[in-house]
């Protein structure tokens, strides 16, 4: 993975199942384009571990 890669959460998903507390503290970052279109932000080599880690403390189920 190159150091570009990036992943994120939509803004429903978060609203419904999170907190900006939890995604700030997985490393996530809130990117808002327009009051329409925003989401949580994860880039780096470790996206991809940060985004498991934020999924199961949201859901509970571990992919």
């Known amino acids: 993975m190159s150091p570009n890669f ?7 998903f978060v609203r419904d199942h999170g ?7 997985h490393g996530f970052e809130h990117v808002v384009h ?8 994860g880039k780096g080599l470790d996206a991809l571990a940060r985004f498991e880690d934020a999924t199961v403390a949201m859901t509970g189920v571990r992919p």
Do not use: N, P
């Not at 990036?6 to 429903?12: D, E, M, N, S």
């Not at 907190?19 to 503290?25: I, S």
């Not at 327009?34 to 932000?41: M, V």
């Open 19 to 25: 907190t900006a507390e939890l995604m700030t503290a």
């Open 6 to 12: 990036a992943l994120y959460f939509t803004k429903v």
């Open 34 to 41: 327009s009051e329409k279109h925003d989401y949580w932000l």
